[in-house]
């Protein structure tokens, strides 16, 4: 069966929903478009929509990541077109493009994200810029995470903090531009990073916007995008 893999933004308002009701408005999406999605057998069958990473409530995105299986082929252009008359405000298809029946699932690849992040600190003064800078130049930052099971457990962040692309702090503005390690085996959010800085620094943040630019594959030293399939 034909396999669509879509890059898709999620702006504005819609960064507010959570992930199970996004799921839901794009079933919906699939369906008012007329789209070829195949469904499951069963008593309650559903669309064959798999999707990337969730991302956090409140966190935007460029570069969400879905895999769509379809009963029939059908034009790439009418596919993005169709879906983006279908979504709400904030939500558009950026690229769509047929990748092999039988590849790896986002979740199986996905291993990093690249994260911008604008704040504003909360007071004035001098020495925010050698702090930051300290900070992301430590051997190990300790974040205290509560599994599902109730067990609290100290985990190092800094190996997880994958590359600092950029950093920039003038005036009251702080920038960062991070890969960080996202999936299911290691996952480090962008808040519990800020939470962290807070921590070690003293300095509070407000305004604080978080965008996700793009979900990644990290193989050795280099990435690449899900576009590029591994089997």
Not at 121 to 140: A, C, I, K, T
Not at 198 to 219: D, M, P, W
């Amino acid at each position: 069966m034909p396999l669509v893999r879509v890059e898709y933004e999620k702006k504005g308002r819609v960064a507010y929903i959570s992930h199970l009701d996004l799921i839901r408005v794009i079933q919906r999406a699939v369906r008012r478009a007329g789209i070829p999605v195949e469904y499951t057998k069963g008593f309650n069958p559903h669309a064959k929509i798999s999707f990337g990473p969730a991302l956090a409530l409140g966190t935007e995105s460029c570069g969400e990541m879905m895999d769509v299986q379809l009963e029939k082929e059908m034009e790439v252009k009418n596919f993005i077109e169709r879906m983006n008359a279908s979504f709400p405000d904030g939500i558009r298809v950026t690229k769509a493009e047929y990748i092999p029946d039988g590849s790896a699932s986002l979740t199986a690849l996905i291993n990093a994200a690249e994260y911008t992040v604008q704040a504003e600190y909360r007071q004035g003064g001098s020495g925010q810029e050698g702090r930051v800078s300290d900070f992301f130049n430590r051997r190990e930052i300790y974040i205290e995470k509560t599994s599902k099971k109730g067990k609290k457990r100290l985990i190092d962040i800094v190996p997880m903090i994958l590359e600092q692309k950029n950093i920039e702090v003038g005036g009251r503005r702080l920038s960062l531009d991070l890969i960080l390690e996202t999936g299911n085996e290691r996952n480090l959010k962008p808040a519990d990073l800020l939470f962290s800085l807070r921590a070690y620094t003293g300095l509070e943040l407000e305004n604080v916007r978080i965008q996700r630019q793009s979900l990644l594959i990290k193989r050795g030293e280099k990435y690449f995008t899900p576009f590029q399939v591994f089997k």
